[in-house]
């Protein structure tokens, strides 16, 4: 696949969107760094896994953050950013410490914004840019990773803020004790952090890679684009995309959020005619779902939330939840590798606290 024109990017942007399932970083941030790659001319080189060399080292390039909520930013009142892209200092540091030339980089996850991020980042260095991710739709922490499962390091890491601070986490007792670190860096650089992780060879990461998933991205969005122009359904390519079901639909009846702990958590009540009721549980991604009070389809599985005239990819970071609005739930399977016992511990409904227990979607019968 190519990325040259501004309508390319803006197919993995709007496709991207919406499995990234609520998340994976802002649309608007994403058409920011589209367009600083597409004013400085910039070649961006994206490679098939199957054409990676074994011998090749490979890091993810990305942010950790949430929401810039008035608490973080108190904490950086009196300070002045030095940066606007810490992702790329951080990329740089990683690879000053390794003392080794980087090959290609990794998305953490498929998102409107966090594809955008090594995308930029690898066009910036010349470095290529691997078309898959590690999660096969977005988290809410970078230690929920297929990477994880397959039992790579997640260390060194590097972490930089925009305001100059730099890190070189050499060791981690684990990825999720990485992860609270990295996090609380963000809280304390105003919301967000540039991190560069897991180096390793490609021998190693193609057992983890969910591969193809920036062009699955890409392809989704210029169908949609082209449902749009010709009036025809927009649902239709969205669960072409998925192989999955159409989960509910119907009106929104109440929404309620919070920023906590740099996450933004809440969720979504969902109505329809015959007085049914979906409710949708996001921890800045949909993660738990709910249909009349039962528990339903949970990650690792795939759960976007759409417009239902547009198909545009909603989020819970805005205000897209607008009393009575039309929507559809869409759910797909994720990758094989997450439904491992060790994938399922990592990414299934208990790691967030819930005590379900993770049902194939399969199970659930279509809408």
Not at 24 to 30: K, L, N, R, T, V
Not at 304 to 332: S, Y
Request: hydrophobic share 40%; net charge negative; aromatic share 8%.
């Amino acid at each position: 696949m190519q990325l040259k024109t501004e309508e390319d990017f803006e197919d993995v942007i709007i496709g991207a969107k919406i499995l990234g399932c609520g998340g994976g970083g802002e649309e608007s941030i994403a058409r920011v760094r589209m367009n600083f790659i597409l004013e400085h001319g910039m070649k961006v080189k994206i490679i098939d896994p199957k054409d990676v060399p074994d011998e090749a080292v490979l890091c993810v390039s990305g942010m950790v953050g949430g929401r810039a909520s008035p608490e973080c930013l108190k904490l950086v009142e009196n300070l002045d950013p030095v940066t606007s892209r810490p992702m790329i200092a951080a990329t740089k540091l990683l690879q000053d410490y390794l003392e080794v030339p980087l090959h290609t980089l990794v998305s953490t996850e498929i998102g409107a914004g966090n594809f955008l991020v090594p995308i930029m980042v690898s066009a910036q260095f010349g470095f290529n840019m691997l078309d898959g991710d590690l999660c096969g739709r977005a988290k809410p922490e970078i230690s929920i990773s297929t990477s994880n499962v397959a039992g790579l390091s997640i260390t060194p890491l590097a972490i930089v803020s925009k305001y100059g601070d730099e890190m070189i986490l050499k060791d981690a007792i684990t990825d999720q004790r990485a992860e609270t670190i990295a996090r609380n860096m963000a809280v304390l650089s105003g919301g967000s952090v540039g991190v560069a992780r897991c180096p390793h060879s490609w021998s190693e990461y193609k057992n983890a890679v969910i591969p193809n998933t920036l062009s699955k991205s890409k392809n989704l969005g210029t169908t949609l684009r082209e449902a749009r122009a010709s009036g025809s359904d927009p649902i239709a390519p969205i669960r072409e995309a998925l192989d999955g079901f159409i989960l509910f639909a119907g009106k929104v009846k109440q929404f309620n959020v919070k920023d906590e702990g740099g996450f933004v958590i809440g969720d979504v009540i969902i109505t329809n005619e015959e007085n049914d009721q979906f409710r949708v549980w996001f921890k800045n991604e949909y993660l738990v779902t709910w249909k009349n009070e039962k528990p339903f389809v949970t990650s690792p599985d795939l759960i976007c939330v759409v417009d239902k005239q547009t198909g545009e990819g909603l989020t819970p970071w805005g205000d897209d939840f607008t009393k009575d609005r039309e929507v559809v739930v869409l759910g797909g399977a994720n990758a094989p590798i997450w439904y491992t016992k060790k994938g399922l511990q990592i990414f299934g409904p208990k790691h967030f606290g819930f005590d379900i227990e993770y049902q194939k979607i399969s199970e659930f019968q279509e809408l």
